[in-house]
């Protein structure tokens, strides 16, 4: 595998900020927008462009101790040691199928760190939170983006793409663009040739979960009738809609055991 990746719509404004190789890469330095864990941070790095400041994300990749690697061989949890690299792949492939989500602009492995770098999504709001701030005379505007998740992660779906952690706050609305809705944190995407219900079921439960609260009954159902537009497969399948009926609970059950234990 290279060790630099590069979106060609790019190269200019990398040139023009003295990036051209994995080193240059890895060495430009930002602000920490999320809190660090070993193996992962991500940077908001402004880059000097023609236009002004252009507003890039560099998420930077450690290598997992061997006891983490382990841990996940015998979880049988997919997990992915080539870090930033799959990330860029899962961008790549998001944009190739028109699906929503942040641009790729590089990615690179200098020493023992891989990193991506991605254009920055401006002027949004997340799904959650927005949400959480409708009264009802904004009912017609969150049907709309309702319809927007549902295609979206309909697209992903049929695509054989699993995102692992699809809850509301991972997907951006962006009102200048009328409310298109984005979708980021790919860092764990499953791409498969077939991908199986499992997945689909697991990230399905993970949105349903994230909208307690936030959304109803006629809302949850309005996603299933727009998604299954996309996959008419699953419509009716009963089996299937009680499998991420079940996959919500566990998720709802695995988050008060963490709320008793914090107490």
Not at 84 to 94: D, G, M, Q, V
Not at 101 to 110: G, M, S, Y
Not at 122 to 148: C, H, M
Request: charged content about 30%.
């Amino acid at each position: 595998m290279k060790d630099f990746l590069l979106n060609e719509k790019y190269t200019e404004l990398l040139k023009q900020n003295g990036v051209a190789d994995a080193r240059s890469l890895c060495q430009l330095a930002g602000t920490d927008v999320k809190k660090k864990v070993a193996e992962r941070g991500t940077e908001k790095i402004l880059l000097k462009s023609s236009g002004g400041e252009f507003e890039t994300y560099l998420k930077r990749y450690h290598p997992l101790p061997l006891f983490e690697i382990l841990k996940n061989l015998f979880s049988l949890k997919p997990f992915f040691l080539d870090g930033a690299f799959h990330e860029w792949k899962a961008l790549t492939a998001f944009a190739e199928r028109g699906i929503p989500a942040p641009e790729p602009v590089a990615a690179a492995k200098f020493a023992d760190e891989t990193c991506v770098l991605s254009a920055g999504i401006r002027n949004y709001a997340r799904a959650s939170e927005l949400f959480g701030s409708f009264s009802r005379v904004d009912f017609p505007r969150k049907k709309r983006i309702i319809a927007k998740i549902a295609k979206l992660a309909g697209m992903m779906h049929r695509s054989n793409f699993a995102h692992q952690d699809l809850y509301l706050l991972h997907f951006f609305v962006v009102s200048s663009e009328n409310d298109k809705v984005y979708l980021i944190d790919l860092q764990r995407v499953i791409m498969s040739e077939r991908l199986s219900k499992r997945w689909i079921a697991k990230d399905l439960g993970q949105l349903l979960f994230s909208s307690e609260g936030l959304c109803s009954r006629r809302d949850v159902m309005r996603f299933w009738l727009g998604y299954a537009k996309i996959l008419p497969r699953f419509k009716k399948d009963r089996v299937f809609i009680r499998r991420i009926l079940r996959k919500a609970e566990t998720i709802r059950t695995r988050h008060r055991k963490k709320i008793l234990n914090y107490l």
